[in-house]
């Protein structure tokens, strides 16, 4: 049986389509529980391609035992979106199984259950659609060249919605699901043609299976209240009222914005969701009070705005830039933010590398889940930052708290980097373990005195002494680790072990007291 050449290449280029989707969905589905990394997205792009190769070569096998058969290209279609709509479910119940396991190993075991699947049965497509478009030897090139460019055709156009439209705006469960039913929508009514009884099964399945994933809900405690929850270009954000278990004694009640898992901002209900629950929040406004009240200060990364709620009440000019728009919206909605704060959606160093305006301050507070983009903190960025900030400004940049050893070594590297810039540097720790803590550089062209740091919050203890805090730079030794430049990205794979340690560790606070998803 034979179906008209166009009606084969609109499938062909469903089939591209679907399997970026695929790829880009999955990783997504990934950040919750193994986080953004470099290596995450290694182990995305690997398997994609040996899902689609393995697909290639079973296709190529099957489309020899049964040419000119449309009906194998009907059913493998169906089976990939089949799969394609399942993805959402097996990927919770996968990553869930693995999410103790070390980072590169949870991620490629989760892949291959719920992301390899469906994309070995889109590789068969393409051989499919080859044979049953073949009728001469002569022209088995050509309709390989154009089944090819049309497949990749659909994966250009879908790689472009799906990054600028479809995920920031409807996230990537409601995506996976609506591409599963219309990759399998033609072909199911194609079959029902052909035969009726397997095709109403499909239809029934297929289309089951997505209504029933859209209606499906999470349930929290009773004590838990989620007043917002999405997917999108940074990942899953949700904004949660729930105790503080583990964090304060008492556990009081308190407003956390969390993104893929991990808890960005937390503030108290009892203050009205103005002031941090965390204590170490009160070392970068601490260390900012050296600054006179009209300072210019950039901060690179909103969060719950803690941050910038606390410059403002020292009287600073805030600006901010932040990449993911929900972030600034759930801010100014759920976190007190002042609605008038000037804040430009934009990458950091796109923002960095074209402003005409200059800083006393730069923060940089770019955390993401348990990732620091990497090509802010090389020695040509900051080359670009100096270019922006004011003679004796500051930068301020939160890093991991790990310090020593293996583990220590990026923490080490961007000192080393920043030293390599021009710039003189301390390094603050907050208080804890290197596991709980977290480092903030101090990085300005002339020594600072922190003598007259002041800052005091409602609920903390003044910091009466910085100095107390600041790490000897004497003692750190960097000569095992290297300057970290644009050309050379290295920085994702020096704290890929600290990353991976932290990232369990918030990984099982959630699975404690949370239903990961």
Request: glycine share 8%.
């Amino acid at each position: 049986m034979k179906s008209n050449r166009f009606f084969l290449y609109l499938l062909s280029f469903l089939e591209g389509g679907s399997v970026m989707v695929c790829e880009l969905v999955g990783a997504k589905m990934l950040a919750p529980f193994f986080g953004t990394s470099l290596y995450v997205w290694a182990a995305a792009l690997g398997l994609t391609l040996g899902g689609l190769t393995a697909g290639y070569f079973l296709g190529g096998r099957l489309s020899a035992k049964y040419a000119n058969d449309v009906r194998l290209l009907y059913y493998v279609l169906i089976a990939a979106a089949f799969f394609l709509i399942l993805m959402p479910i097996t990927s919770k119940w996968i990553m869930a199984a693995t999410i103790d396991l070390n980072l590169q190993t949870g991620a490629i075991l989760s892949l291959l259950v719920f992301m390899v699947p469906p994309l070995v049965f889109m590789g068969m497509t393409s051989p499919i659609i080859i044979n049953l478009l073949t009728n001469d030897v002569d022209y088995a090139g050509n309709s390989a060249g154009n089944v090819y460019a049309i497949s990749t055709l659909g994966g250009i156009l879908m790689t472009f919605l799906m990054g600028f439209y479809i995920i920031p705006n409807f996230g990537i469960t409601k995506p996976a699901i609506v591409t599963g039913i219309t990759l399998a929508s033609l072909p199911i009514f194609s079959l029902l043609k052909i035969q009726k009884n397997i095709a109403f099964v499909a239809l029934v399945i297929v289309f089951g299976l997505g209504a029933a994933k859209f209606n499906d809900q999470t349930s929290y405690p009773d004590n838990y209240s989620v007043l917002y929850e999405s997917e999108g270009i940074l990942g899953q954000i949700k904004v949660v009222d729930h105790p503080s278990y583990d964090i304060t004694t008492d556990a009081k009640m308190g407003r956390g914005l969390i993104v893929n898992n991990t808890l960005q901002t937390y503030v108290g209900a009892d203050q009205n969701y103005q002031y941090s629950i965390w204590s170490w929040a009160n070392y970068f406004p601490t260390a900012a009070s050296i600054f006179p009240k009209g300072s210019k200060v950039l901060l690179l990364g909103l969060g719950g705005g803690t941050i910038v709620k606390q410059f403002n009440r020292m009287g600073f000019d805030v600006d901010v830039v932040e990449i993911d728009q929900r972030i600034w919206d759930v801010s100014v909605e759920y976190f007190k933010m002042d609605p008038n704060t000037k804040v430009y959606i934009d990458d950091a160093r796109h923002f960095v590398k074209t402003s005409q305006q200059k800083y006393d301050i730069i923060v940089y507070d770019t955390f993401l889940s348990e990732s620091v983009p990497e090509h802010l903190l090389t020695i040509d960025g900051f080359k670009d930052a100096r270019k922006i900030l004011n003679p004796n400004g500051m930068i301020m940049a939160n890093f991991y708290g790990y310090l020593k050893g293996e583990t220590g070594k990026a923490a080490r590297s961007v000192y080393k980097t920043f030293i390599e810039s021009g710039f003189k540097t301390e390094i603050l720790a907050t208080p804890g373990t290197e596991q709980t803590r977290n480092l903030i550089f101090l990085a300005s062209d002339e020594e600072k005195n922190f003598s007259k740091a002041n800052y005091e919050e409602p609920g903390f203890n003044k910091i009466a002494n910085l100095y107390d805090h600041l790490i000897d730079t004497h003692l750190l030794k960097t000569d095992d680790v290297e300057v970290l430049t644009d050309e050379k990205p290295r920085l994702s794979k020096l704290y890929a072990k600290a990353a991976s340690g932290w990232k369990k560790s918030y990984n099982a606070y959630y699975r404690k007291y949370f239903p990961i998803n």
